[in-house]
């Protein structure tokens, strides 16, 4: 009963903490050009305050007394909260409660880690939680090398948990990975109870393992589609700062999650390109502090522990000689059998390509949907090249155990295409 | 009178329809029985194994009897388990690690008994040395060094 306690404490505090700051009265009059629902405030403040826990990892502070610093200015915005946000949205808040509830209480039951999260990501969490800052994680077991931003998050609601296990620190996960399908149809134009199927259908078909066993995948998962809603949300109006702001600290964000971030930042970037509604000078600069963001982590890396890894530990690219020679080619048999399982494995995949080759056959203008479909061959592209160009002999089995996973962090991006196609050639038919 | 309120509102029956299906395909019922019945060292023996796989439950025995406050040696011999995944259980960070205490888990071939309770370990042709058998569970050795 303590244990079910602590849960529902838990996923309170994570209510509350995510609420801050954004969702205030006072904040919310100067946002009103955003026309931000529940969701995406939620979503915002996630990047707010994942940075600031970023930056805060470089030092060597007691966690806990930034968890009740922030937690009891949460307390305080409650005083000026927008309930009437919350009322619009009971329903939508009420199924993301209990799909919480469900999953917190099956990594309560298998308070199990997988592989990597019980040799890597573990021994981070654990430095964090015994007050120890960035620079420290050279003395604990596991690879350097790895980013450590949700590490901290773990260790952070590990430290604010009643019960000292590790899986406490892990509902926050839980909370970000489905916080991110509702930021992704709070705005659209169906009806709340169309809302609710979709999104109980799209929440049980992302749904895997994955998800409960410690990996960073499904952190990784929600910051994609948090970036690219906030690309989508871009209009031609003036002004959107907020907008700019927060695409800057989400790609900051996905370059200190996992090490393929940086890949998967430029291939982002598509959406940003595409985007007519942003000028080619914003794009620039966008894309300029991107490139620097990504030089700043190198030499954070380098500067403390000495080494920047790409992929793996002792990841090395084959010559440029090498890329087509019979030994090399004889990858892509494997690797394109391998892709075909991951296809299968993670319907989203199944139901993205349907979904584009229906749209391309009805609408007939693939311009319309360039960066979508740019997106999901350079995204196959990369998840293979990873394994294709490296010299690790080993090269089989680091792509049998980590190329669904690579797979399935970017998956996300494909739910807002298919939930566009859903709206258009679905829903609104039905309005018709 | 109630009921026939929650009736005429469909949201409520389609709230509920969502909750019974949210809560069944995740088997939420069966986890909050099994969280009930069962604490957080019984589910962690459960799924990590006493004395196999990562053997939570004898590394957290160790710990417990002999009050160690203090990271010590964990080699496993299981194939599948021989990198780090069972020394997180018990990690202090920025504490040495103590060579004079060892646990072996799912020892195959990697001890040599010299006497009763002394042993030679060799674990993955790494000559250790001769220790005392202070705990022995099954194939789950807690080793100390014999001075």
């Keep these: ?432 | 009178m109630n009921l026939k309120k929650i009736y005429k509102n469909k949201n409520n029956i389609y709230l509920i329809i969502a909750f019974l299906f949210i809560m069944h395909q995740s088997n939420s019922f069966k986890n909050l029985f099994i969280i009930n019945k069962f604490d957080i060292t019984e589910r962690l023996v459960k799924y990590s194994g006493y004395c196999e796989n990562a053997s939570y439950g004898f590394i957290n025995d160790v710990y417990k009897e002999n009050l160690i406050k203090e990271n010590i040696e964990i080699l496993n011999d299981n194939p599948n388990f021989t990198f780090n995944n069972s020394i997180w259980f018990k990690y202090y960070t920025n504490v040495e690690i103590d060579k004079n205490k060892i646990i072996l888990l799912n020892n195959k071939n990697s001890i040599y008994y010299i006497d009763n309770d002394t042993v030679k370990l060799t674990f993955k042709k790494k000559v250790y040395g001769i220790y005392k058998i202070s705990k022995k569970f099954d194939n789950c050795f807690y080793l100390e060094k014999n001075d």
């Design chain 1, 1 to 432: 009963m303590i244990e079910i306690l602590n849960i529902l404490y838990l996923l309170v505090v994570c209510f509350v903490m995510f609420s801050f700051p954004l969702n205030n009265i006072y904040i919310k009059k100067k946002l009103i050009n955003y026309n931000l629902g529940i969701f995406e405030i939620y979503s915002a403040n996630i990047l707010f305050l994942l940075t600031l826990f970023l930056f805060s990892s470089f030092f060597n502070f007691n966690i806990i007394y930034l968890f009740f610093t922030i937690f009891s200015f949460a307390l305080l915005n409650l005083f000026f909260f927008d309930w009437k946000i919350c009322k619009k949205q009971i329903i939508p808040l009420i199924i993301l409660f209990l799909f919480l509830l469900s999953y917190s209480l099956e990594i309560s039951t298998y308070p199990y880690l997988d592989w990597d999260a019980s040799v890597n990501w573990i021994f981070k969490t654990l430095n964090f939680k015994s007050n120890y800052g960035f620079e420290n994680l050279k003395n604990v077991p596991g690879y350097v090398g790895y980013p450590h931003l949700g590490t901290y998050l773990w260790a952070l609601f590990w430290k604010a948990s009643f019960i000292d296990y590790e899986y406490t620190g892990r509902f926050v996960f839980i909370f970000i990975y489905l916080l991110s399908f509702f930021t992704l149809v709070d705005n659209s134009k169906i009806s709340t109870i169309n809302k609710v199927i979709l999104l109980i259908v799209i929440i049980t078909i992302c749904f895997d393992k994955i998800l409960l066993y410690g990996y960073q995948e499904p952190l990784m998962f929600s910051v994609c589609i948090i970036f690219v809603t906030l690309v989508e949300k871009i209009t031609n109006k003036k002004n959107l700062y907020l907008n700019y702001t927060l695409l800057i600290f989400c790609a900051n964000l996905i370059l200190w999650i996992k090490n393929e971030g940086m890949l998967i930042l430029v291939l982002l970037n598509f959406f940003i390109l595409f985007k007519k509604q942003i000028t080619n000078k914003i794009k620039i600069i966008l894309f300029s502090i991107f490139i620097a963001l990504i030089l700043i982590k190198k030499n954070i890396f380098l500067f403390y522990f000495g080494q920047f890894i790409f992929g793996w530990e002792g990841y090395e690219f084959i010559a440029i000689s090498d890329f087509f020679s019979f030994e090399v080619l004889q990858r892509l048999p494997f690797l394109i059998y391998q892709i075909a399982i991951t296809i299968v494995k993670y319907p989203i995949y199944l139901l993205f390509i349907a979904c584009i080759l229906i749209s391309l056959i009805k609408e007939k203008n693939f311009i319309k949907n360039l960066d979508f479909i740019l997106f999901f061959l350079f995204n196959i592209s990369m998840a293979m090249a990873i394994f294709y160009l490296t010299t690790d002999l080993s090269w089989k089995h680091h792509a049998k155990v980590g190329l669904d996973r690579i797979l399935y962090q970017t998956s996300g991006v494909y739910l807002i295409f298919i939930l566009r196609f859903l709206e258009n050639f679905i829903f609104n038919n039905k309005k018709n």
